[in-house]
C-alpha cells in the first residue's frame, strides 16, 4: 500500500492558495431585433449590470440493467440532460429601468402583444406566440475569468429565451438596490476552455539575468539550510525569500 507523500508547505501554497473567485465574470447577450432596437448603444450597460449568473449544470441520464449479470446492477448513459433554465440578476438603473424594460420587451415579443388594433385590456383578448426562431437567440456567453485576466472558461448558450421576470418589491423601510431577476430558457450549453495561457515574456538584460539566477541560487540555499537546521519548512520559505530579495537587490 502507498505512503503518503511528504509536501512542503510552499509546495501545497503553490497547489491549493490560488482559488477561483465568484466575483470575477461577465455576461453577453444577443437580442431579437425589436428588442435590441430598444436597449441600441445601452447594451454594454445592461450587461455590465448583470449582479449575478449561474454557471451551468448537466448530468447523464442513464438505464438500469440488472439481468445480464447475477447480483450485479449496471447503469448505461444513453443522453446528456442540461439544466432547464438559467437565472440572471440585474442592478436596476434610476435613468430608464434598463433590465425591467427590455425583458418585458422581449415577453411582449414572443406574445405578439404589440400587433396593432389589439387591446390587451379587452376581456376576449387572446394570446398568439410567435415562431420560435424568431424569438429565440443563439450567442449568450457567460465567462469566467481571474484577477489576472489569463485564464478564461466560457460557457456559450444555444437556443435562449426568457421564462419568467421576478417578482421585485419595493418598500417604505430601509431603501435598498433594485435588482430584476430573470430565468431563462436553453436547450445546451457548450463549453469552450482557453486553458493556460503563457506568462508575458520580459526582455531582461544580461545583468539582471545574472542577478536574478544569483538570488534565486541563494535563497534556494538559504531555505534549505534553515529547513535542515529548524525542521519547519515555513521559516525556511520565509528566510529563501528574503536572502534572495537582497541578494538581487545588492
Known amino acids: 500500500m502507498p505512503k503518503p507523500t511528504p ?7 503553490s497547489k491549493i492558495l490560488n482559488p477561483s473567485l465568484t466575483s470575477h465574470f461577465e455576461v453577453e447577450m444577443n437580442f431579437p431585433g425589436p428588442v435590441r432596437e430598444l436597449i441600441g448603444s445601452e447594451q454594454e450597460k445592461l450587461m455590465l449590470s ?41 442592478y436596476v438603473d434610476s435613468n430608464y429601468y434598463l433590465p425591467i424594460r427590455v425583458f418585458e420587451k422581449w415577453i411582449s415579443f414572443i406574445m405578439n402583444e404589440e400587433v ?30 481571474e484577477r489576472d485576466y489569463r485564464n478564461t472558461l466560457e460557457y456559450e448558450f444555444v437556443k435562449v429565451f426568457p421564462l419568467s421576470i421576478s417578482s421585485m418589491p419595493v418598500s417604505y ?3 435598498s438596490l433594485l435588482k430584476c431577476s430573470v430565468s431563462l430558457s436553453y436547450i445546451r450549453y457548450i463549453v469552450k476552455d482557453s486553458g493556460n495561457q503563457r506568462t508575458p515574456q520580459f526582455n531582461l538584460r544580461p545583468s539582471d539575468q545574472a542577478r536574478l539566477n544569483s538570488a534565486a541560487f541563494a535563497g534556494g540555499l538559504a531555505n534549505l539550510a534553515v529547513d535542515a537546521i529548524t525542521g519547519n519548512d515555513f521559516l525556511g520559505d520565509v528566510a529563501g525569500g528574503v536572502v534572495g530579495a537582497l541578494t538581487f537587490l545588492r
Open 50 to 90: 448583470c449582479s449575478e449568473a449561474s454557471l451551468p449544470g448537466s448530468q447523464l441520464t442513464t438505464l438500469e440493467q440488472t439481468y445480464d449479470r447475477t447480483g450485479v446492477t449496471e447503469k448505461f448513459a444513453y443522453r446528456r440532460q442540461f439544466d432547464d433554465r438559467i437565472d440572471l440578476t440585474f
Open 173 to 175: 423601510d430601509a431603501s
Open 7 to 13: 509536501r512542503s508547505v510552499a509546495n501545497l501554497k
Open 116 to 145: 396593432p388594433d389589439q387591446d390587451l385590456r379587452d376581456p376576449d383578448y387572446h394570446y398568439r406566440a410567435k415562431y420560435p426562431d424568431s424569438y429565440r437567440m443563439d450567442g449568450m456567453k457567460i465567462t469566467k475569468f
